[in-house]
């Protein structure tokens, strides 16, 4: 039995999301299964997961996934070549997955790899510096060094780095690409029935449930519960970065150590009094917003470069009958570990163990983004989702 795999953080699972497993299905023909792998408590938008990642698996489930994997937050909240990297190592790591499918704004896998293929260039590096070099942002460097239109959005640029990643790791999967229907990623308005994420958990946070609710699946409210807000933990990260010095900030990953930012985070920790100030007196055009906010959000959680080059197992957190079916398939050929209890975590060993311990700890402190906090130890105690 071969898979689809499908790369997201389904936060929370909407309409986009089924419609692009329907798609994927429909261009593909058949009804093979899904393998999701989806980012855990912590995002790559430096974010809270606006619920648990178990709820979350299970809507995915619901959804139409039938095998969530979870994304470790190291690669969950990094820049998008990590990011891509990590989770398409572990789709390739089950052994069952051969197609890869993503959204994208232009809806051409081949234009996505031609761009993929500039990025890899050997003159990129020098075109980048010369582009860094007239004063332009790292994004707009970024797609005039490649000479790539398509790289002005986001769903492409993920999806080159998908294509990248594939290409690095030897990893001969399929890929079709389904075009991105609806409102922009981080929109702010419904279009043609769909609104991005970003938008659901705006409404989500200020409550306005009877706006969201018809932007995702029917009884999606029902299972949230109460959403998380980093609103209950930016003290916190306050102070954290209030007691860093040049050294700290120069030991989390994407730090700018040569670039001179440790410094700017310095200045910028001591003078803010909230988090928003910190971002605006650490921002340049060279800096974006997003950069310092995972720069801020790993200071809190405790994340450094001292990460193993690819997620070390595959850790399991929702699965359907046809799930069970792919996981027994697993037993022989998936290349890492795999864990689906937290017996099976304790036999690991070296960094392995030590990135599963570490997860445990994203998530005592995810549980403090809730009005009301919730205990430690749950990601020793939870065990996968499971739909029938």
Not at 92 to 110: H, I, K, P, Q, R
Not at 119 to 137: C, E, F, K, N, V
Request: proline letters at 6%.
């Amino acid at each position: 039995m071969t898979a689809i795999g499908i790369v997201a953080e389904y936060n929370p699972f909407h309409l986009g999301h089924a419609w692009h497993i329907a798609q994927t299905h429909r261009l593909l023909g058949g009804d093979r299964p899904v393998v999701c792998v989806m980012s855990g408590h912590w995002v790559q938008g430096a974010d809270c997961a606006i619920t648990d990642k178990w709820t979350r698996a299970g809507l995915a489930l619901e959804g139409g996934a039938d095998l969530v994997l979870e994304l470790p937050t190291p690669w969950a909240m990094a820049s998008a070549e990590t990011f891509a990297r990590g989770a398409v190592s572990l789709l390739w790591a089950t052994g069952v997955v051969d197609t890869l499918s993503f959204g994208s704004e232009c809806g051409s896998a081949d234009e996505l790899r031609q761009a993929a293929k500039a990025l890899d260039a050997p003159d990129y590096p020098a075109r980048l510096r010369a582009a860094l070099d007239q004063g332009l942002s790292f994004p707009a460097a970024r797609q005039q060094a490649a000479n790539c239109p398509c790289l002005s959005t986001p769903n492409n640029n993920l999806g080159v780095e998908y294509l990248r990643a594939l290409r690095h790791l030897n990893a001969s999967m399929e890929v079709v690409t389904v075009s991105r229907r609806g409102a922009e990623h981080n929109g702010s308005r419904t279009v043609e029935g769909f609104a991005s994420a970003t938008q659901i958990r705006r409404l989500l946070r200020s409550e306005q449930y009877g706006e969201a609710a018809p932007l995702v699946p029917p009884g999606t409210l029902d299972r949230l519960g109460e959403v998380s807000s980093l609103s209950h933990v930016e003290r916190a990260i306050l102070a954290r970065l209030r007691t860093m010095d040049v050294s700290d900030w120069a030991a989390l990953p994407d730090s700018g150590t040569a670039e001179g930012l440790p410094e700017r985070l310095v200045r910028a920790a001591r003078q803010a009094l909230s988090l928003d100030e910190f971002y605006a007196l650490a921002k340049t055009k060279r800096y974006t917003h997003a950069r310092l906010r995972r720069l801020a959000l790993s200071a809190f959680l405790g994340l450094t470069t001292d990460r193993p080059a690819l997620p070390p197992y595959v850790r399991v957190l929702g699965l359907n009958v046809r799930g069970q079916g792919l996981l027994k398939q697993m037993k022989d050929t998936c290349s890492l570990p795999v864990i689906t209890k937290s017996a099976q975590a304790k036999a690991l060993t070296g960094p392995a163990r030590q990135l599963f311990e570490a997860e445990a700890r994203y998530t005592d402190l995810y549980g403090l983004c809730f009005s009301t906090p919730k205990p430690c130890g749950l990601e020793w105690t939870s065990t996968p989702i499971i739909v029938i």
